[in-house]
């Protein structure tokens, strides 16, 4: 079967509109604003055997990690049959935490099994100990419904006491039903896709591009770390303590490079702790793969082949690679993060005059609940300056590429007002240097009925980190103002909050660049 530039390059596209197709049904059917307005959730397509082929380019902690949950579905389930749809969210079994739930769907040509097509979203409430199901915990069944991979539709039959098992769990079970169908939606979509693919281009070529695109993209990567200067490279960060405690979690990274492989080795870290900012090592690979694929200056397609020349090395029982049950609510969003700045931090030795500083470092995770809500949002902050460049302000940045959710939705849906929505005006926001750092966001939120909130945010003692002598960019805070009176909140809390309390979250700037 021939294959060539100018084909592989249609079948590419091909197999990532067929994600992107996925994602835009997922958004446009789901019910929560996080899914439909913010856009937490992703799709993907792979092979036969859990390879990744393609994705679209939605949230990348979800990307990197989503092969684990199919190759965990893989050997779980036994059979497959035409019409099967196998659900998930378990971090001990291809998972990041509980309330990414991912669904995964086999493609049949000539009755055998040809593609999967899976996506995931983040789902508002799974249950657990608070509304939002990332609480400050210390075990995985405090926060929320453990699904291992198992069946919810079979042979096309959807098996109705999984899903009121699912929804019995969650404090917002009918936007939970709605979300569930989005993704049933994406999920029928993407095999209707990839069905007409095949019937158009034939089985046999649609599968010598899928090997093709493979190792291209492992001979594109492979390159592009033969490119960098080989040698050892090593750099430390840290997280702010796990919700339990203040103490400091040790993130230290070692980058070996020889010739077209490399190496990324955890070994040094904390080691697991009680609280939970434990980061499951799909989600390390993840965050990894993320660090090294900003290398890229051409249209690297992202698959499996990317993957191949990296090797990521866990420590066993450690903060990244935690035992179950370890908590690991925040390991997906908080954590994540900081494993990307450590990697960049690593690589900046390498490469001084590519690397930029730290962005925000942090999503700035917000869940409140009442009686009859349940809400999740991050909150965007500035981006680390580079050697071309200023950084941006008020953005989201490398594990999460979500938007922010409209003020106008947010008080349609929920009993808050918005009062303050805006960059922040503080002097050096943005480290300075030759180039700043971006600036973060002030959000002011007024409650209009009790409710709990948590808050699980870092970056809000040690500031991102600047390069090349460029400044530290400026640390987050968290306030609430009761009666007036400000009183200032830790950067992982959780507290009930009364009617006219206003929460004043300021997320952090990113790091200058240059002296």
């Known amino acids: 079967m021939t294959v060539d530039p100018i084909s592989l390059e249609v079948f590419k596209n091909l197999f990532i509109s067929v994600a992107e197709e996925m994602g835009l049904t997922l958004q446009r059917t789901a019910f929560s604003p996080n899914i439909r307005e913010r856009l937490d959730f992703s799709c993907a397509v792979f092979d036969l055997s859990g390879r990744m082929i393609a ?32 659900i998930l969210n378990d971090p001990y079994h291809g998972g990041t935490h509980l309330p990414d739930i991912t669904m995964i769907s086999p493609v049949f040509w000539a009755e055998s099994v040809a593609f999967f097509v899976a996506s995931r979203a983040h789902h508002a409430d ?8 990332l609480p400050l915990s210390t075990e995985l069944y405090q926060e929320g419904l453990i699904i291992p991979p198992i069946k919810l539709i079979e042979h096309g039959t959807q098996l109705d006491g999984v899903l009121k098992l699912i929804l019995s769990n969650s404090r917002a079970p009918q936007e939970r039903a709605g979300d569930l169908a989005a993704q049933l939606a994406a999920q029928r979509i993407g095999a209707i896709r990839l069905d007409h693919l095949i019937q158009t281009h034939g089985i046999d070529r649609c599968l010598a591009h899928t090997e093709a695109l493979l190792d291209y993209a492992q001979r594109i990567t492979q390159a592009l770390i033969q490119a960098l200067p080989d040698g050892t490279y090593t750099f430390c960060d840290y997280l702010e303590g ?11 990274v070692t980058i070996r490079i020889v010739d077209d492989q ?27 793969w993320y660090a090294v694929r900003l290398l890229a200056t051409d249209d690297l397609p992202v698959n499996h082949g990317c993957f191949v020349p990296v090797k990521v090395i866990c420590p066993p029982h450690s903060l990244l690679s935690p035992d179950f049950p370890a908590a690991v609510a925040v390991g997906n969003t908080e954590t994540s993060q900081r494993i990307v700045d450590t990697v960049l931090g690593a ?28 809400y999740y949002e991050t909150i965007a902050g500035g981006h680390g300056a580079s050697p071309i460049g200023p950084g941006l302000s008020g953005r989201h940045s490398h594990m999460t590429n979500t938007l922010n959710t409209p003020i106008e939705a947010l008080e349609h849906v929920l009993p808050l007002r918005v009062l303050r929505y805006a960059l922040r005006e503080d002097e050096n926001a943005g480290g300075g240097g030759v180039h700043q750092g ?15 909130v948590t808050i699980n945010s870092e970056r809000r003692l040690i500031a991102p980190y600047g390069l090349q002598g460029g400044q530290s960019g400026q640390t987050g805070q968290n306030n609430l103002i009761r009666d007036e009176v400000v009183q200032p909140l830790s950067a992982k809390v959780t507290f009930q909050a009364q009617v006219n309390d206003r929460l004043v979250i300021k997320t952090p700037g990113g790091g200058g660049w240059g002296k």
Request: glycine share 10%; hydrophobic share 40%.
């Open 262 to 288: 490399m190496t990324v080795d955890f070994t040094g870290s904390a080691s697991q702790t009680l609280g939970n900012v434990n980061a499951v090592e799909a989600i390390v690979r993840s965050a990894t």
């Open 438 to 452: 971006g600036a973060g966001i002030e959000r002011v939120y007024e409650f209009l009925t009790p409710c709990r």
């Open 347 to 374: 690589l900046a030795q390498a490469l001084p005059d590519r690397i930029p500083a730290a962005s925000q470092g942090t999503m700035n995770n917000l869940t409140i609940g009442g009686r009859d809500f349940v």
């Open 126 to 133: 799974v249950g657990g100990m608070s509304p939002g199901s």
């Open 242 to 252: 796990d919700g339990q405690s203040d103490d400091p979690l040790r993130i230290m």
């Open 55 to 86: 994705q679209a380019a939605h949230i990348p902690v979800h990307l990197g990690s989503m092969p684990a949950s199919v190759e965990s579905a893989l050997q779980s389930i036994s059979t497959w049959n035409p019409g099967d749809v196998v």
